[in-house]
């Protein structure tokens, strides 16, 4: 071997011994950083993760094993309002904050173990492939889950198979415009053990299960559930027998919502089963009314409340007209109103009884609406701009709780709303209380970070994620 060629293989076993030791180096001065910010305590990390947005802290999830766990432990208890869809290669965010987000744009990587909510919801492809979904769902998500959510997919004991472990700690259950087969009607009912609030809107059954077995899990004893919606995709408003069975085997129920048919449909049923319920949500979902029927509705609602059937009355009008909102103040019991839409076209009356108010979609100005609504306590926003919930701010004393999913002028004041102004405007409030508002994450993080406090006498900003709004009166 020539000199030439000795220096060279000596050259390069010094130049792998370098970048070994480099290397090695490297990862120690790693493992050293690592070490010790993982001896920071609970709360020093539960502080600095208030500084970061969803996103920031699904990539420091990604970091290692170790961190994913703290992270997600904090996700889990801050975030329990996120809404995650499965899809054949992970979970995705549900996002309002952007309503042009494309699909795949707010995939999560690092919260699988951690989630609270999922839905698998059959959009991409047939109905009957969906079972790729469960099988994802089954297999990376474990009993963190505490609502689970099927939308337009097939049931079969297939699908019900890998879901089983999550159905058997599951609180609520969702099904909603699904095709049910026997093999899941049958089944489904002896799995949720911890089941609390079961959910059933406009599903299919096919022939054999209606001639066989009807409403057959409606005859079925629940212990701990407490809630139950049931809504029919008919508007005929079918008479539904097995409630009667349903509400005297399970009489800890304090919760059920319908849509109106369902609920005229069975009103003689309702009013003679012994029924006494916290809250009565029911769903007006046409416009087939009269003055007449809308009389005669109100005074029904009225006459339940005072036999003592229901202490509660939240109403959602998907559609409404004149007549609709002019006798609505004679209804006693109303504690919350919910809004698909409020235009300038119709105007709410005096309702002192009102205590929450929702709203979805906003084509009018709201300036006089907290004078109708002196006592509000709540009010939740889907889409707003600071000229519609400013008045509450400024005029509702009593008003506790105001959500908001996504403020649509927030590039208007850069996201950074001036709490302190707001706070003195509301200390001229007589009697006001504070006001605690879950607002979308990028005015929560720009408001902290450019004044360092989110919270003072009167007012107080909360990332919209930590507030799940009372799931049996939600938008549908």
Not at 83 to 110: F, M, P, Q, W
Not at 193 to 217: A, I, M, P, S, Y
Not at 253 to 272: D, K, P, Y
Not at 343 to 356: A, D, T
């Amino acid at each position: 071997m020539s000199e030439l060629e000795k220096d060279s293989q000596s050259s390069q076993a010094e130049s792998k011994q370098s970048s070994c030791a480099i290397k090695n180096h490297s990862q120690d001065l790693n493992s050293q950083l690592l070490a010790k910010i993982f001896k920071l305590n609970i709360d020093c990390f539960d502080e600095l993760f208030e500084w970061l947005s969803r996103d920031d802290l699904d990539t420091l999830g990604q970091t290692c094993k170790l961190m994913q766990s703290i992270v997600g432990e904090f996700f889990q208890q801050n975030f329990p309002a996120i809404e995650v869809r499965a899809e054949e290669d992970g979970l995705y965010v549900n996002d309002t904050r952007n309503v042009n987000c494309y699909r795949g744009a707010h995939k999560i990587h690092s919260f699988d173990k951690f989630i609270r909510k999922v839905s698998i919801c059959e959009n991409s492809i047939g109905i009957e492939d969906g079972v790729r979904l469960f099988c994802y769902v089954g297999s990376n998500c474990t009993k963190s889950i505490k609502h689970i959510q099927f939308i337009n997919v097939l049931l079969t004991q297939i699908e019900l198979e890998w879901v089983d472990e999550i159905l058997k700690t599951v609180e609520t259950v969702s099904i909603e415009d699904c095709l049910i087969k026997r093999q899941f009607y049958e089944k489904f009912p002896a799995l949720c053990h911890n089941l609390k609030n079961l959910n059933v809107q406009d599903c299919r059954w096919n022939r054999n299960v209606l001639k066989r077995t009807g409403n057959e899990w409606l005859q079925r004893k629940y212990p701990k559930l407490e809630h139950l919606e049931w809504t029919q995709s008919s508007k005929k408003g079918r008479r539904i027998d097995e409630f009667k069975t349903f509400f005297e085997l399970n009489p800890q129920i304090v919760s059920f919502s319908t849509s109106f048919h369902c609920f005229w449909g069975n009103r003689e049923l309702i009013a003679q089963a012994n029924i006494k319920l916290d809250d009565l949500t029911i769903e007006f979902d046409d416009w087939t009314w009269t003055p007449t029927n809308i009389n005669a509705t109100y005074s029904l609602l009225n006459s339940l409340h005072e036999q003592g059937i229901y202490k509660r009355l939240n109403l959602y009008a998907r559609y409404y007209d004149a007549d609709y909102f002019s006798k609505m103040a004679s209804i006693r019991p109303l504690y919350s109103l919910h809004l698909h839409e409020i235009s300038s076209r119709y105007n709410l009356p005096h309702l002192p009884q009102l205590r929450e108010l929702r709203i979805q979609y906003i084509n009018t100005n709201l300036d006089n609406l907290p004078n109708q609504l002196p006592n509000l306590e709540r009010i939740y926003f889907k889409f707003a701009e600071t000229k519609h919930f400013l008045p509450f701010i400024y005029r509702c004393p009593k008003l506790k709780e105001m959500k908001i999913d996504v403020v649509h002028d927030r590039a208007k004041f850069n996201c950074i709303l001036d709490l302190p102004a707001l706070n003195r405007d509301r200390k001229k409030l007589d009697g006001a209380r504070k006001i605690t508002i879950f607002i979308d994450e990028h005015v929560f993080l720009a408001t902290k970070w450019a004044t360092e406090r989110t919270e003072f006498s009167l007012i107080e900003i909360q990332r919209g994620y930590t507030r799940e709004w009372n799931r049996n009166i939600e938008f549908h």
